[in-house]
């Protein structure tokens, strides 16, 4: 039986783009070294990683290293491994879209949340909100209704994949900002709270990095 390898994300040491990738990692009990470098460490630190960007994961075997760069490959290979991604083609299909989908809407998030300034634009980000975001509340609300209509409480089925955990990071960083965003939207809240009481996400938000938008929290 093959030993799992040692793993180490290296990240800024903010949530981010890595969350998501913390979360399914959490829920599937998986050590791992969470490295945050310090933004003044960055720019000597990015000569040294594969695409010139983070977060990376690293595994570490007698068998050599695997250097994962790009958080959708990260977070995608981990499902994988630790059958997060679907117990059937269906699932996996259905996780996918979903997936995408958040990425979109994650594209035009971290526009306004984290460049420039992280939402110093009070323009863009009330923009964002209004013509943005309900757009993507719709879809991801219909894709997460389909799936309860075939009595399932996931984006993709009865049990997390990878997409829920990105969905999740990403809905929880619109209401810090928003905390009213989902008001109405019961299936999301529903969601939300259902992904919030698993037992092993539930152990990791109790000590997780703070918010990136504490003043608006």
């Known amino acids: 039986m093959s030993q799992d390898p040692e793993r180490e994300l290296v990240y800024f040491d903010i949530r981010g783009r890595a969350e998501s990738i913390r979360l399914l990692l959490a829920y599937a009990r998986a050590p791992y070294v969470d490295r945050g470098i310090p933004r003044a460490d960055w720019p000597s630190l990015k000569k040294t990683v594969p695409l010139g960007q983070v977060p990376v994961l690293l595994e570490r075997s007698s068998g050599g290293e695997r250097v994962i760069p790009q958080s959708q490959a990260i977070l995608r290979h981990l499902a994988r491994v630790f059958g997060l991604d679907g117990t059937s083609e269906d699932e996996r299909v259905r996780a996918d879209i979903v997936a995408e989908t958040v990425v979109e809407l994650r594209a035009a998030w971290n526009r306004v949340a984290y460049n420039p300034g992280w939402l110093n634009d009070q323009a863009a980000t009330d ?63 529903r969601f939300l709270d259902d992904v919030r009481a698993l037992p092993p996400i539930a152990d990791y938000l109790a000590r997780r990095r703070p918010s990136d938008f504490p003043q608006r929290s």
């Open 127 to 189: 923009a964002h909100f209004r013509d943005v975001f309900p757009r993507f509340r719709a879809l991801l609300e219909g894709l997460l209704e389909q799936s309860e209509e075939r009595g399932a409480l996931y984006f993709a089925g009865p049990t997390p994949t990878h997409a829920d955990f990105l969905a999740f990071d990403t809905l929880e960083s619109h209401r810090e900002v928003v905390p009213s965003c989902l008001d109405g939207h019961g299936s999301l809240q």
